[in-house]
């Protein structure tokens, strides 16, 4: 008997279009990890494996993969570098890079930006002290908006038909025993948060791990991204999370308002007021 490849028949393959399996191939490229093997790749998308080498035989034709060790393939150089273009022209990021670095150097956490894609938070800047552990928000790794710090601090920035749009056509998984994975508990996080001016995730992503985050904001008082702390439990105990918050909250508002923002008082938190509400 001819083992089955993946649990999707090619029937059901076809109800996608080229294009839209040609971008969950490069998706699943560029997850961290790689370089990623064709067979990992196609379990990852459930596409077959004739579909998904074919993908690739073509990204490589046009720089956007390059086979390595093994029969696997990693993203190319000209996928590298539309990013790296793409990144450097990016005005958040100029404007997130500075504060994410003064964040680390105050809290000893690393320190990271996220921005929004459907219902996930996908990491894309990062600024980590250094440590013999490191944390999970490598560039390019997704989390549910509802189970992590970032994500819960962008919902708490949308409407509310935005976040029933987010909350109601699924279900919501939990990553761990205490991520919130009921409406009602989210909703409970997001008016907290909301009071707030930040996000905290307790545990929510991973085990033993806590993190505070803060949306940011454009000009015209859209969701733009969020900036977040992340460490473990042990070094971001419950006072920590009160003095982080403000911090980070702070953070985000002065990237806010180099967008064009109209926000509260802003800049860098100092040790007077890390109690108070900036």
Partial sequence: MVKAVNTRSVDQELVKGPV?????VLDALVQ??????????????GLTKPTVHRHLRTMAEYGFAEP?????????PRLLGLAAAALHDSRVLELTRPVLADLRRRTGHVAFYAVRHAADAVYVERSEPAREYRMST????????????????????LTAQEVEAVLAPRGLEPRTPDTP????????????????????????????????AAPVLDA??????????????????????????PMV???????????????PALGVVDGASRGERP
Avoid at 32 to 44: M, T
């Fill in 32 to 45: 961290p990890g790689g370089p990623h093997r064709l067979g990992e790749i196609a379990r990852r998308t």
């Fill in 138 to 157: 490598a560039p390019g790794q997704r989390s549910p908006l509802h189970a992590c710090g970032v994500g819960l601090a962008m919902l708490s920035a």
């Fill in 220 to 245: 015209d008082g859209g969701v733009v991204g969020a900036i977040g702390v992340m460490g473990l439990t042990f070094t971001m105990d419950a006072e920590s999370v009160q003095v982080f918050g």
């Fill in 181 to 212: 994975a009921e409406p009602a508990a989210v909703r409970t996080v997001l008016a907290q948060a909301a009071l707030d001016g930040y996000a905290v995730d307790d545990e929510y992503e991973e085990p033993d791990v806590r993190s505070v």
């Fill in 249 to 263: 909250r702070a953070a985000a508002r002065t990237v806010s308002a180099g967008l064009g923002a109209r926000t």
């Fill in 20 to 24: 839209d399996k040609a971008m969950e």
């Fill in 68 to 76: 390595a060790e093994g029969g696997s393939y990693r993203p190319g």
